[in-house]
């Protein structure tokens, strides 16, 4: 079986709506029936009793099932069936009470405290905190022995102790959401609180707090039957957990008695189970946004048809690199493997830079991930190879890859600032992997990183090594990770998008820096960005990538000549359009530009 068969067997019910993709899963569609049952007996199993629950038949004492008695009666000759109903309906709905108070004090306060924080965030959190730190079922016990043995009163008392449950995951979704960009949109475009809130932050929230409600009403359930079996409840109300207790008593005589009450609650809670676990992998893993990018079992969106190759027989310098063939790329999904590299071919010369250039999740940084074995969690080759100076290094384990990286193959990332340790100075993050790739003493070490900070145009090289990221700008940061990149000396760096978070004028520097660096050492380069302008400054060669498929790829002079795919053409339209190309820089002080 293909792995993109495996894929398509292991999406049940993808482009249906939710409802369409619970019942799609065998487990979870059973559990939906028996809960559905629960349901019914809930809130209409009450007249289907035969009997009065507490009705006692001293002549009917632990008869078997059968007869009169379809389920047998009880040590006080109480008809078990009656019972089970009525027990059904008192254990669920106080469970789902527990749920009620539960949600409104969790939900409620960690929306708030989330969205405004202030005094409402310190109060809250305190008393979460202290609700947190009360054993429950102290509590619980202390509550019986004051208020009574009222199944109601308990679970009402056992919401507020699960109340922290839903405010911390609240609490910190609406933190982590209340500082988006989109919710400021929303501030400023006039919307008002309470709009924001039930719009654009309970939206977030939603799922997860459906998952959770359905494991804390199963955890209502147990503690419940657990305090009603141990006779803490009220006698005179059947609950399940009462109905264990009379059985436990009677285990000799009539076993049976254990048996209906156990199996209401381990199938009630078995049942929220898998619903809770298929909810989270539906709602929080399988959601896909319309347009979002496509599954192995979509078929690549942009058609598989062969490349446009311009001169396909020239291969940059003629000293092959790094050569990568069918290179496919994907992620574990609920709903399958998600692909989203499509069998690539691109090459790289020692001397040349190439360019992979292609609009925001097109696969660039995939590509780039898969070859140094940097790929996210969930994320795989699928197939393909890539061989780095006569080694495949997607055939070898991840030790063969680790070996490569830092010392074959130099890394330049995005984000200059959050790729630098705040913790530690620049300098020991220069100096620690000189003497762990190199086996340099600290000495030497440090006169490299030294140097190379001089040579990547740091204006005080003995400042900036003894700084901490923060005291650098942007741009510096950017020239300390390539000095970092090249301080190995690699045969291959690989730069994504190495200018994209800096300013114009640092962004040339960078490139120019770059383009310097890599003929003084003669390294080939794989600079992956989004930028057809960037490509024209520094490419030798490019390839174009769109949906996971490289679409054309050629000598960059004839790409902008003569270019023949209509989204490469779009591409560079778009850079023609914008205005003339800049002309050459002027030889500028860099200390200005970093400072
Ligand atoms: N951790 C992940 N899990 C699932 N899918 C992912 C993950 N990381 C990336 N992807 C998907 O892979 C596709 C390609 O992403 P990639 O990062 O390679 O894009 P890109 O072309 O580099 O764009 P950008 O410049 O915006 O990073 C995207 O559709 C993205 O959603």
Redesign the pocket.
Known sequence: MTQETAARRHAPGRGRGLPARLLANPATALSLAFLFLVTLVVFGGEPLAPRDPNHSSLHDILVGPGGDYPLGTDGAGRDVLSRLLVATRISVLAALLALAVALLLGVAGGMLAGYYGGWFDTVSTWLTSLVMSLPAIVVLLAARAVLGPSVWLSMAIFGVILSPVFFRLVYSLVSSVREELYVDAARVSGLGDARILGRHILAVVRAPIIIQAAIVTSTAIAIQSGLEFLGLGDPSVPTWGSMLNEGFANIYRAPMLLLWPAVAIALTSVALAVLANTLRDELEGGARPAGG?QTAEDGPRETAHAPVRHRPEETGTGRELLSVRGLRVG?RTPAGV?E?VHGIDLSVDRGEVHGLV?E???????TAFAVMGLL?R??RVLAGSAVFEGNDLLAGGEADRARVRGRGIGYVPQEPMSNLDPSFTIGSQLVEPLRVCLGMDRRAARARALGLLERVGIPDPERTFSAYPHQVSGGMAQRVLIAGAVSTEPALLIAD?PTTALDVTVQAEVLDLLRDLQQDLDMGVLL?T?NFGVVADLCDRVSVMRSGHIVESGPTREIFRDAEHPYTQSLLDSILDGGSARGPLAPTDRKDVDR
């Open positions: 990018p992620y998600r989203v292609g925001s999740g097109s696969g660039k940084t995939q996210s969930g994320g998008e992956v989004h």
